[in-house]
Structure formats: structure tokens, C-alpha cells
């Protein structure tokens, strides 16, 4: 899970299709100060969505703190990038990362290429182990 402290490359943003769309979960700090409070947030929206498909077996490994700028600044090579957006349907704190699809098709390659251009701005900042 992690290393000193920081979240393995391989266990984050996994990005699953749901409903036509790639999106991650999100706790807007403004709203969610606290570390504490983002955790509760975590450990609470895992334990709902195993209760809505126990066969998924989500488990809560932490967070990543980041500006909604320096996420939405990623752009990949056939223009896709991220954007970050207000989810209030699930609580004044969530907010979903979303993969926007840029002028190439949206095929496993791509998505890869633009999921590491994410992790890669973590790894700057030193909040997750290579």
C-alpha cells in the first residue's frame, strides 16, 4: 500500500469505466479541512460502495493533496486531460477527477499515457513512491 508514508504508484487513480465515464472521487479541502475528515470521507465512501458491489472490494489507502490547476494543466498528447469538477449529489465535500477525451479515440494506450502524466505530478511533490 505504502512506502515511508506514500502511496504506491500502482494502487492510485485507477480510473474504472462507470456509465460511459473514467472518473475518480475527490473531497474538496475547502469543505473537508482536516486530514481526519478526508479520511472519514474515504473510509465512509468505501465501505458504501462495497455495500452496493461487495465484488469490487474497494479499499481506502489514503490521500493525495493537489491544485484543481496543476490537474486540470495535464494535457496529453492527443489532448487528453483531466478535468475537475463539483459533485454536490454526493456531498457538499466530493468532487470527481473525470479523463476528457481529446481528439484521438480513447483506447487503453492513451488513458495509460495520461494516468502517468497524473501520477507523475504526485511523484513531484513527493506524495507517492515510484
Known amino acids: 500500500m ?7 504508484r500502482k494502487k492510485v487513480f485507477q480510473f474504472q469505466e462507470k456509465a460511459g465515464s473514467r472518473k475518480e472521487s475527490v473531497v474538496w479541502r475547502e469543505v473537508a479541512k482536516s486530514s481526519e475528515a478526508v479520511h472519514e ?3 465512509s465512501k468505501a465501505t458504501a460502495d462495497n455495500i ?3 465484488q469490487r472490494g474497494i479499499s481506502y489507502l489514503g490521500f493525495l493533496t ?3 490547476a496543476a490537474v486540470r494543466a495535464i494535457q496529453g498528447v492527443e489532448g487528453h486531460s483531466f478535468e475537475v469538477a463539483h459533485f454536490p449529489s454526493e456531498g457538499r465535500h466530493h468532487a470527481h477527477i473525470e479523463m476528457e477525451t481529446g481528439t484521438g479515440a480513447p483506447n487503453r494506450q492513451f488513458r495509460n499515457a ?3 502524466l497524473l501520477v507523475e505530478l504526485f511523484e513531484e511533490m513527493g ?3 515510484a
Open 114 to 116: 495520461i494516468k502517468v
Open 41 to 43: 470521507l474515504g473510509r
Open 52 to 54: 452496493e458491489n461487495p
Open 66 to 68: 493537489a491544485e484543481v
Open 127 to 129: 506524495l507517492i513512491a
Open 2 to 8: 505504502a512506502q515511508g508514508g506514500r502511496l504506491h
